[in-house]
């Protein structure tokens, strides 16, 4: 990988090499369209002959066939550049499209000059992926498509508050049918980007935002790392749409990488510093590590359930205390055995509370071994009892989407955010549960719960949220006040 340090001003016209229009592919990104360009393309029409392209299932009501793969992309784009009589051309891919332009590129690499990735999905730890689509799924099925768009933008400009570019990004998104959109999601899921990278033979920059909530400099500066004599600049002002936020560094960027293109020749043997070779090393340890970590998944609200690497655990959580004993650790991470003798038995004296958390505590490890395959979810020494592992909680996200409702400052994405966490929410909630360490936690819940539904009630006047949520708030209202 190399930086490129040199500084320059966009606009100079002695930063461009003369010599005859070469052509020039823009792949969008996924849910966009091509006519989100056109704040970059005016700085590229005197040098480049440009050609956009729109991903499949985007501009158009054709459901897109099922299975719909990387080898069906590709092809797609293939027939698209034989159509057009496209040879030797320059790919420029956002997003999903940096993950197709990869892809054509090793698919047919006598016909692809340059790369230019910008924010491109790469280096992610395949847990966080994996959260990352979940998250992604659920939203675009409970909220309606304003509030979707609504609760990502901030995250793809920093022009958000803009109504002009909100406008455009809003119009984008309509544009592609729901189906659609998560058939096109589920290849990230089946997409090995680093490895793709590592086979590249064609002079490749990868772009990122300095302020891309997602795709971060430090994890696109990493996938960059894995492409041979691979070049990486952040685009400074810019969040994960740069060609937006910042087209004219983008332009720069990008010409400079083209003109220069030319003079790389990738040896693919031996081309990634020793330093570099290192880091990977550690990388790929990390990443076995989280792979084999063991996953618990726990239920509170709706229902009781507990499943340990996808099997249930019916039996055994309404004996020895098991199942308060959980939800304590899961809600205290970091308390102190004595704080737990304080709080789970208070009327007993020490001796007896010691003995009753050890024989729950028992009860409770041999419950969470199941199916373990040897690891252990509780970690249990002199001092503390803590959980450990791959843990989810419906309770712990409800909690988290209440803080985040709360902070937000943004109105659209503030009301985006209530809607998501009300559509969530049980009839009852911690039914069951009386003792006074669980009372306080549902008490500041259900206060949260409030607040935010009063700052509902007085935004309610907006026609894009739904009818239904309206009498569910007022209801929720007249039985908290």
Known sequence: MRLIHDFFDPDSTSNRLERPKQTIILIHGLGLNSALWATLTPYLYDSYYVITYDLPGHRDEHELPLPFTWPVVCDHFVAFMDKNHLDNVHLIGHGLGANLAVKVALHIPLRIQSLSLLSLPGFIPSEYLRQGLEDRIKLMLSSDRTGFITHILPSLTVQHESDEISSRISHAYQGITTANYLKLLQLFGDNDTIADLKRLSTPTILLGGEQDPVYTPV?????????????????????????????????????????????????????????????????????????????????????????????????????????????????????????????????????????????????????????????????????????????????????????EAMGEQHEEVKAARILQVWENLPRNLLSGYVDDWILGTRDKIEWQLTTLAHWMNEYGDDSSIPIHFNHALRNFLLEND
């Not at 996938?223 to 004219?248: E, T």
């Not at 084999?292 to 507990?306: K, T, W």
């Open 219 to 403: 994890l696109s500066a990493i996938s960059a790392s894995y492409i041979p004599q691979g070049r990486f600049q952040v685009i400074p002002g810019a969040a994960n749409l740069i060609f937006l936020d910042q087209p004219k560094w983008t332009a720069y960027w990008v010409s400079k990488h083209i003109d220069t293109s030319s003079s790389i020749v990738i040896n693919t043997a031996n081309t990634i510093p020793d330093t570099t070779i290192s880091l990977h090393k550690v990388i790929q340890s990390g990443q076995h590590l989280l792979q084999n970590r063991q996953e618990l998944d726990i239920q509170f609200l709706h229902s009781f359930r507990i499943c340990v690497n996808g099997i249930e655990l019916p039996t055994g959580w309404n004996k020895r205390f098991a199942k308060q004993l959980l939800l304590y650790l899961l809600l205290f991470p970091n308390a102190t055995r004595q704080q737990m003798y304080d709080d789970l038995w208070p009327n007993y004296e020490l001796k007896k509370a010691q003995n009753y958390l050890r024989v729950c505590l028992s009860h409770l490890k041999s419950l969470l071994e199941q199916h373990s395959e040897g690891s252990e979810f509780l970690r249990i020494d002199r001092e503390h009892v803590t959980l450990q592992g791959n843990i989810r909680c419906d309770l712990l996200d409800l909690i988290h989407n209440l803080k």
